[in-house]
């Protein structure tokens, strides 16, 4: 089953000149891929100007996996924890039941693009953990590059959820493959660039849940980036 949700259906908040784009938003109304995809809750697009804050109340207890995909990412949080996330680096974060948390765009002249993932928390009363890892370009050029891991295999942060989160940067013309065993799924999103998967072409901000497949499968139409999460067990059922 192959589920697409174009860029332009996301949920558009613009505070000040904060620019946020939700793939889901379950706070608005249940069904058509608004309350994530099986384990994945949330796949977040933000920009931040520069000096930009962003505040977050508390919330319920998750665990995140940030991209900083350019500029960098000042954080803090109600437990004393701080510190900066750069271009190209990954974090991975689990955050407690009502922890407050603040971020800052520490530039005074560029912008913050960040993508953030958020997964179904997999035990309650976790801690609030961070770790953080930059992988190269050249590590993600043309392959699946696994930079979140419940094993932390190939040096990927490690991650406490049946999840495997993969970056990729193509060349056009550059075709992977991720197999998918039985019961699972995935979840891709393309940053920039265009691709193609099955009969559908992605463009930037397109994202497709794949369930019930034995692959995902698809083909770099141009200079292309894209992020895939393997998600496990697959979802009974996705609207």
Not at 132 to 146: D, G, M, P, S, T
Request: some cysteine.
């Amino acid at each position: 089953m192959i589920t697409l949700r174009r860029a332009t259906e996301r949920r558009h908040v613009q505070r000040g000149k904060q620019d946020i784009q939700l793939t889901f938003d379950h706070r608005v109304r249940p069904g058509r891929s608004v309350d994530g995809f099986g384990i994945l809750s949330d796949l977040v697009e933000i920009r931040l100007p520069p000096g930009g804050v962003s505040v977050h109340p508390p919330r319920e207890e998750a665990e995140i996996v940030t991209y900083v995909y350019k500029g960098a990412l000042a954080q803090e949080d109600s437990t004393g924890s701080s510190g900066v996330v750069h271009g190209g680096e990954f974090q991975r974060m689990t955050v407690g039941r009502g922890i407050r948390h603040k971020e800052t765009n520490p530039s005074r002249t560029d912008w913050t693009h960040v993508f953030r993932i958020s997964l179904r928390p997999s035990e309650v009363g976790l801690d609030c953990l961070h770790d953080q890892k930059r992988f190269a370009i050249a590590e993600r050029h043309n392959a699946l590059r696994v930079v979140a891991s419940p094993d932390g295999r190939k040096g990927s942060l490690h991650i406490l959820q049946d999840a495997l989160i993969y970056s990729s940067v193509l060349d056009p013309g550059r075709h992977l493959v991720d197999e998918l065993l039985p019961r699972r799924s995935a979840w891709l999103h393309v940053i920039h660039g265009e691709v193609t998967l099955q009969d559908l072409n992605l463009t930037q901000g397109d994202g497709v849940g794949v369930a019930s497949e034995p692959s995902v499968s698809l083909t770099a139409q141009e200079r292309s980036e894209i992020l895939l999460v393997d998600l496990g067990p697959a979802p009974s059922s996705f609207a």
